[in-house]
């Protein structure tokens, strides 16, 4: 019970006379006459803050919410929606009376991460197998010079890492109990280590941390600002199960070991390298005909137009290729691909801000491929306009994921009317949708909810409808609204669709 108090109700609460109305008073059957079994399943789709008020409601909705099978993933990070917990005495109770066997996975801030409650965690909780450890904002790490227990099933470990502060102290304690990890993200801080330059620190030793975990079947090495290819190098040498490989915006990284990487590790399918410094003569050195490569990211490098042809036309089976932001991707590159390569298996493609492709060029390429796509994200481009999607979006009959137009103000305008109605009749299996065009560059008639309606009813699996925020927004959101489909449509403020959504590996590479 004192557990419960400790934890912050910020928000306000709900009270049993919210369920008192008129209609539930003249109704044969309310809410208090459900089995517990039923008030369970419907708690289950909550987060854990509105279980928290749901246990204000009385005693008996209190009992339910103490049901351990509604605390098998937990967050205790406030900031990312997690619940806040005022003491670690409180969580220490926690972890005894209510999460106990049935956790599986738990976030932990910096002020949370104590030997006492990893120890708790260890001996309460047998069946933990996900964890995430947040020092982003440390200053200073707890002496866990007296930890001698840490979760040893864990198949899941993602460690969120501080610019100043040294891991090596916490990370010796843990590496006998972290041999059985198969999925690894380590969470650098490359958003602020973009704005200033700073003096860096190594401040894991991922040399060390590589032989404890020889199983590692999926790593992510997200924005840090110290990983070079010696430490990409002694992953692969020690990783013999490695299948996916990512180092998105670890702009050390220029591929010297890209050779290497591909020789020793067989099983390797997914590789992602967004952001990195990828030199062309180290790319072209790696026996891409080789490898089993088949899903790849090299967005935002400055590989050469023949770097590029001469890596599409050796990879032997390529499922998804990213390759945005890339000066020297231009029309030549994809009709040597369209010639002498294997796109026949392609299912995603992203070409953001590529603006040395033509219209043309990508015309004749989905022509040609656009029934097999998955996902096609041919956004951040000006003359890329509705015209070209009129032309495709019939084609992408098998498409679930589509991002198209600029936030750049353009000089025609955007019939988003005939582009609703063409995505409606054409796209049923479309689950995702973004259109980043500026809101004065979008045309619509009064006519629209016709067009929209299309879109709402044709496209059954559509979970995310993304628009910049303006009047068209409004009509979409109101639409949508008032046939129950709240969660649907989002501003490109708050959300951003990608294509990464098809990857093999997604469930195993999302992080929070």
């Known amino acids: ?25 003249r109704s044969r059957m309310s809410i208090e006459k459900l089995p517990d079994k039923v008030i369970l399943h419907i708690f289950s789709y909550l987060s854990h803050l509105e279980i928290c008020r749901m246990a204000t409601v009385c005693r008996r909705w209190r009992t339910i919410a103490y049901n351990t099978q509604l605390w098998k993933n937990v967050s205790l990070r406030p900031e990312v929606s997690g619940l806040h917990v005022g003491s670690l ?38 069946n933990l197998t996900h964890m995430l450890l947040d020092f ?13 227990a840490f979760p040893a099933k864990l198949r899941y470990m993602c460690i969120c890492l501080s610019e100043v502060i040294f891991m090596e102290g916490f990370m010796r304690k843990i590496y006998n109990f972290i041999n059985g990890l198969e999925v690894l993200h380590l969470i650098g801080t490359y958003e602020k280590g973009e704005e200033e330059e700073e003096e860096i620190y190594e401040v894991i030793n991922v040399h060390k941390l590589k032989s404890a975990t020889p199983n590692l079947r999926v790593i992510n090495l997200y924005g840090i600002n110290f990983i070079d290819d ?5 992953f692969s040498s020690n990783c013999i199960q490695l299948e996916c490989l990512a180092v998105n915006y670890c702009n050390k990284v220029v591929g010297s070991t890209l050779k290497a990487l591909l020789a020793r590790s067989k099983q390797l399918k997914c590789l992602l390298m967004n952001g990195t410094n990828l030199k062309s003569e180290y790319v072209m050195q ?35 290729l990213s390759a945005g932001q890339i000066n020297g991707f231009n029309d030549s590159v994809l ?47 000006t003359h890329i306009t509705d015209q070209l999607w009129m032309t495709i979006l019939p084609i992408l009959t098998n498409i679930r994921i589509v991002v198209m137009g600029t936030t750049e103000r353009l000089s025609g305008n955007i019939h988003v009317d005939q582009l609703m109605d063409t995505i409606g009749s054409h796209c049923s299996k479309l689950e995702r949708l973004e259109l980043r065009w500026d809101p004065e560059n979008l045309r619509f008639s009064d006519k629209s909810q016709k067009a929209i309606d299309l879109l709402r009813v044709k496209c059954l699996k559509l979970r995310c409808l ?11 959101k109101a639409n949508f609204e ?19 959504h098809v990857l093999s590996n997604y469930n195993d590479l999302v992080f929070n």
């Open 1 to 25: 019970m004192q557990a419960w108090n400790a934890i912050d109700f910020s928000s306000s609460l709900v009270h049993s006379d919210s369920f008192s109305s008129g209609s539930f008073r």
């Open 89 to 126: 005495e409180s969580l220490l109770q926690l972890i005894s009376v209510r999460f106990g066997p049935s956790l599986r996975y738990i976030e932990l801030p910096i002020e949370l991460i104590t030997h006492t409650v990893l120890h708790e965690l260890s001996s309460k909780c047998p």
């Open 136 to 148: 982003s904002t440390a200053m200073q790490l707890h002496d866990f010079s007296e930890m001698q």
């Open 230 to 234: 010696s430490h990409i190098d002694a």
């Open 286 to 320: 790696a026996e891409w005909d080789k490898c089993s490569v088949q899903e790849l990211d090299i967005s935002g490098t400055d590989l050469s137009s023949e770097c590029l042809i001469d890596l599409l036309t050796r990879i032997p089976t390529l499922r998804f």
């Open 335 to 381: 009709k040597a691909w369209m010639e002498g390569g294997n796109p026949k298996s392609l299912i995603a493609l992203d070409l953001d801000s590529s603006d040395n492709v033509s219209d043309e060029g990508l015309a004749r390429f989905i022509t040609r491929y656009g029934a097999q796509l998955q996902a096609c994200v041919l956004s951040g481009m």
């Open 466 to 476: 993304v628009l910049s925020d303006g009047r068209y927004y409004e009509t979409v």
């Open 482 to 500: 008032r046939a129950d489909r709240t969660t649907v449509v989002r501003t490109t403020t708050s959300c951003r669709v990608s294509a990464y």
